[in-house]
């Protein structure tokens, strides 16, 4: 059973818009979130984590949302540009797994100009 | 800084070859890692190590051996390749696993098996 879900495959967001990715978990006992961005032919790249004390942390035109009671997260980037156009991966580390990442099955956003 | 790198970037395998993967990693970095990432899923980590000498499984280990004989290094070995081991192979390394520290990632090896 998949632990961490990226239930959207795609997104498609016009430039200058906002890009809203989502991530649902089902385990509380992860306690630290993170998202990668990933280009084709490269590794992921880390983008932007959170705490699962706090629930917002804002870097630049990245925002990540935590809504712990319905175990979801969010990622908000405003405005969208082209060099966006990647595929992001949400992770959770576990507690209860020796701090293991459990990745989800990443999302590709596609900017159109 | 190289940073991470993996050889090779791409392999062909027949069913039942063996072969390694070597991962190489410049930061000084005491933990390493092998995933695996196949269509549709997430990474799946294969194996771990958090220091020179030592090596852990992750969730997904079977049919795979690791060493890590150097801080720098981390090899995966398959020992009989199969069809469902097919996949992307990702190397990554940090810090620590227990902090906030971020995973730094190699560019991937594609392995396909006959």
């Known amino acids: 059973d998949q632990q961490v879900k990226q239930n959207s495959p795609s997104l498609s967001v016009q430039e200058g818009r906002i890009s809203i990715l989502n991530c649902d978990y089902t385990?509380?006992?992860?306690?630290?979130f993170l998202w990668y961005k990933k280009y084709p032919a490269e590794g992921p790249t880390f983008l932007i984590s959170?705490?699962?004390i706090k629930d917002k942390n804002e870097d630049g035109r990245f925002t990540v949302f935590l809504n712990k009671s319905a175990k979801h997260l969010s990622l908000h980037i405003v405005p969208s540009q082209p060099g966006d156009s990647a595929v992001y991966f949400c992770?959770?580390?576990?507690?209860?797994?020796?701090?293991?990442?459990?990745w989800g099955a990443g999302t590709k956003l596609i900017i159109k100009p | 800084n190289a940073g991470v790198t993996q050889t090779p970037k791409f392999r062909v395998l027949k069913t039942g070859q063996s072969m390694t993967l070597l991962c190489a990693q410049d930061?000084?970095?005491?933990?390493m890692y092998w995933y695996r990432q196949d269509p549709g899923m997430g990474l799946r980590l294969i194996h771990y190590?958090?220091?020179?000498?030592?090596?852990a499984k992750g969730e997904v280990p079977d049919g795979y051996n690791v060493s890590r004989l150097k801080k720098q290094n981390f090899l995966l070995g398959l020992e009989s390749a199969a069809p469902s081991q097919t996949s992307v192979y990702f190397c990554?390394?940090?810090?620590?696993?227990?902090?906030?520290?971020?995973?730094?990632f190699g560019p991937g090896t594609r392995l396909t098996v006959l």
């Open positions: 990554a390394s940090s810090y620590r696993m227990r902090g906030t520290d971020t995973q730094y």
């Open positions: 930061m000084n970095h005491e933990y």
């Open positions: 190590s958090v220091g020179e000498g030592t090596t």
């Open positions: 385990n509380s006992m992860f306690d630290y």
């Open positions: 959170i705490s699962s």
């Open positions: 992770a959770a580390r576990g507690v209860d797994s020796n701090y293991q990442l459990i």
